[in-house]
Each structure stands twice: as C-alpha cells, then as structure tokens.
C-alpha cells in the first residue's frame, strides 16, 4: 500500500522550483521575481481552495472571486481602520480595525466561510450548468455591491498604506513576505493531501462520481458538498486577504468573474482534483501573463488557445501530460 | 406467517399515462427471499426503486421495519437499514473495488466529516471491506478500479456493498444478469445462506434461480401483481402460466 505516486516527484520539483524563483531572485538582485513567484504562490492556494471544490467534488463554481475579494476586502478594510485609528463599528460593540495577519486571516477566513454556507445552501439545491450561473450570479452581487460603496473606494478600489504586519517578521521585505504566502501554500497542499484521503474526502469524490451511489449506501451527498464548498472558499478567501496585501491594494476586479474565471483556468490547466495541479496551473499561468503580456496586450487570446488544448488534448492537464491518470486507492 | 419486516400497501406510480405500478401491495418477513418476477417493462425495477426512495411513489405506502417510510430520502433509507443493488450498475467508476465497498462501511460506522484520517490506512475500514469482497470472491479484483471491472464483477461488486451495510433487507434488482452459468449458480448458493443474514426480495430473469431461492413468488405484469405464492403454486397458477411462461413449464 506504500505505493508512491506517479507525481510525487513532479510535486516536490514544483515545490522546489517555486522556492527557487525567488531566492534565485535575490542572488541576481531582480527583486521582481520575487514578486512574481509570490503571485504563483496566492493565485496557487487560492486554486487549491478551488480544486477542493471543483476537483474533489466536482463542483464547477464560477463566483470564487466572490471569496478571493471577500478576503481581499477584509485585508483593507482592517488595515484602512488599523491606520486612520476609526473603530469599524461602534455599535453593539466597538470593533477596530487592525494591522496584523493574525488577525486579519481568521477574520478572512471565517466571513468567506459564512458567505460560502449561505450561498452555497441554495446554490447545491441546484446542479449542472444551474450551479454555475447561480454561483457567479452571487459574485456578481457581491461584485456591484464593492464597486457602489464609496466608504470603501467603490469602483476605484482601495489602498493599503503599508503592507500588514506578521509578528517577529519584517513582511515589507519581499522574500519575508514570499516566505508567509509559501509557507501558507505548502500548509493548504498538506490539508487537501489529508482531505483527499480522508473518510470526507471520499464521500465527497463519491459525490461527485456517482451521487445515487453515495445515497444508496446511506451518505446525503448535500452535507459534504456543503461542507466542501466552505473549506473551499476559506482557502481562496485567505488567498484574497494575501493578494491584497501583495498589490498593497484591493478593487471590485478581485471579485469580477474575470477572476472566477482566471481560478478555474489555473485548475484545469494544471490538473483538475490534482494535489499540485493548482500549484503547477498558477506557475504557467503567471508565467504566460509575464512572458506572453511582454508581447501582446492580448496574450489572454493565446491562454485561451493552450486551455482549449488542455480541454481537447490533455484532460488531466499539466500534471496529466507528466504523471499519467489519477491512481485512487 | 414472520411479522413483516418489510411492507407496501396499494403503492401506485404513473409515468403521464402509462402506469407502471398498479396497487400493489407485498411483504418481506424474516428470513425469507421473496422473487419478484414479470415481463419486461412489467415494473420491477420502478418498484424498487420506489422502496430504496430512488423514484418517489404517486400513492400507497411503504413501511419498514414498522415505520412509514414513504416520504424519506434515499440516504436515510439505506441508513434505517435497505442495502440494494442496481439493474444497472451504480458504482463509484474512479474508485477502486475496495474503496467502493469501503465507502459502505463508512456510512455503516457513523460519521463521513471525519476529514484527517487516510482511509487506505485504517484497518477499522480496510478490513471489514476486504472481508465483504471475499465474500463475493472478488478479493483478488480489490484494487481494481470499478470502471475497469467486468460486467458480472461489477454485480458482485454491488452486492459487497450492500452487504457492508449490514442491512435489515435487501433489495436485488437482477443479480445474476451477464454473469454466465458458473456466476449465477455460485450466487443461488451464497444468496440461499444469504437469506439468514436478511431477507431478501429479489427481482430475477434467472427462472432455475428463482425457482431454487424463493420461499414465496410474486409476478408482477403491467404494475399488478397478479399472482403471488409458493413457488409450486406460481407453477401451476394458470393466469401465471398464460400471462408470462407461456410454453415454458
Ligand atoms: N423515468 C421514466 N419515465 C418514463 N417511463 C419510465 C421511466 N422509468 C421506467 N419507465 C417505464 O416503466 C415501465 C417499467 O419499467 P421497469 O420498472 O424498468 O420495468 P422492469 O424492471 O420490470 O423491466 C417501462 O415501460 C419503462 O419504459
Ligand atoms: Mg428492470
């Protein structure tokens, strides 16, 4: 049973690889790079959040900006307050805002989750191609009700003064900050890992494979991709709240559906339901956006020729192309 | 006559104006396997899925283990203890053998939220999932996947599954189908101790098998029941013989 998969190896040089960038970054003084492979590392835990979703239970969401922007906002909004000293709220109780990823995660993390329970209870009543124009239909609300709330930039978006602080780290210097959103990536890979294999987890696949069969032997498939959905959206809220914090700035396009959709390109691209299929979709994608935006304003048009590849050619994706199929227990 | 264990009363369901389930009323008891034979299109297999909560009845009642039934979910059913299988195999196609039987297991010990633990790795799962696939004599065929299984493996595959359920009673819709002489005589004999375990209504082509399991027969045609009894008195009933052996006996 120890049986090691095709991929793991793959895994651990993409691991590896998006480690590299930026120290490699360091060493040549182009701290840019740094950036870059940061933005690999957030859009990649943001699509993690997704794969949980779309890849382990199948469930094609096309509103995950809506949670990506959530916690975007929640970054901020929290530092907006934090830095002109205005409480958020006074009333019943008074709320602050504040400065610390300490802080800010969990608040991030908790209100994607809440929104991902209310929308996703009546968007799971639906299925197929309901399920996705309901779920963008939800980001959508979201998305006008960011850019018509002046308080907080509305359509022009929001600035950070300076970038939050992570107690005992200096999180201004780029490769402290790499090393947070790293670290945050790895964390998330591991949890999915321990998901996917779990007595969740295979309910949740289950579901996605054949919801009648996971009835008949007694398992209500709604609960577990319920709870999918939640997980799913906390992650890629935490995604959100790190993005802000690496622009230094947050806007409704966090949460348009050009960004719902950019997160489902990463996934396929890399290897729908894949442990590192996000991991490897966000290095491609980034990569192209670099190299391919140098050239052309346009480079989305090519993106969409190597995806509509993917989609005819290569069903697994990268992962797919390198490792073969998905072996399941 | 055993107490019924399981009970349906004047059930009827209509597909616009075609009815496929006409009044019909029977029982499962203790320790008995209760054939359920007809025709082609006869709706059988609507029946069942009527009783597993697959297709929602238009009238009647269904009681369970002294329990109205009707109006309950497929999941909770399966739960209260119905373990069925599938005219057409319904499996977990990308999952393993193992992992589909596993799958029962879990819903049988409780909570599925647990989401740490790896399931191939804990015996508590494994174990009693290998020992239900030998049971069927698919141990050898354990990891493969069920997509991957032959058509008569994949029947076996779902009776594992429903075996792991430890059910009250189980519901077969046409095991023996696709499975060859040798299949179907090995599962008239594991059906036949079967039986002791739960009771068993079986739904079956296979005249040979239903004539050596069933302590009682009922023949359904056009969604009525027209005949039920001993299997010596479904021989000799003369409606049964007209309506559905035709030359046969
Ligand atoms: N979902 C459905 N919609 C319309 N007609 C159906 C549906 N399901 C079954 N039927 C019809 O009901 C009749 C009984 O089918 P079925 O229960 O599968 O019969 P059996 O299992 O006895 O062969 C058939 O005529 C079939 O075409
Ligand atoms: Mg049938």
New interface residues.
Partial sequence: MKRMRAETPINFLLAGLLLLVPLAALALEEPFYITLATRMAILALAAVGLNLALGLGGLVSFGHAAFFGIGGYTAGILSTHASNAQPLMTWPIEIGGSDNMLVIWPVAVVLSGLVALVTGAISLRTSGVYFIMITLAFAQMIYYFATSWPAYGGEDGLSLGLRNAFPGINTALPLNFFLICYALLIAALYLFARIRDSRFGTALQAARQNQVRLAAVGISPFPIRLAAFVLSAMMTGLAGSLFADLNRFVSPSMLSWQMSGELIVLVILGGTGRLFGPVAGAMLFVLFEFILGGFTERWQLFLGLILLGVVLFARGGLLGLLAGKVRHG | MAEAILSVRNLRKSYGALTVTDGVSLDLCAGEIHALIGPNGAGKTTLIHQI?G?VKQDGGTIAFLGRDIGGL????R??LGLG?S?QIS???????A???V???V???QG???????????DPS?TEPALNMLERVGLAGRA?V?AAELSHGERRRLEIA?AL??CPRAFLFDEPMAGMGPEGSKSLTGFLNDLRQEAPILLVEHDMDAVFALADRVSVLVYGRVIASGSVSEIRNNAEVRRAYFGEHI
Avoid: D, K
């Fill in positions: 597993a697959t979910g497929v999941a909770e399966a739960r069925r599938f319904s499996l977990a196609p990308e999952f393993s193992l992992r589909n596993m799958l029962a879990q819903s049988q909570s599925s939220f647990h989401a740490f633990r790896p399931v191939m790795r799962l990891h996947t599954i792991a359920l």
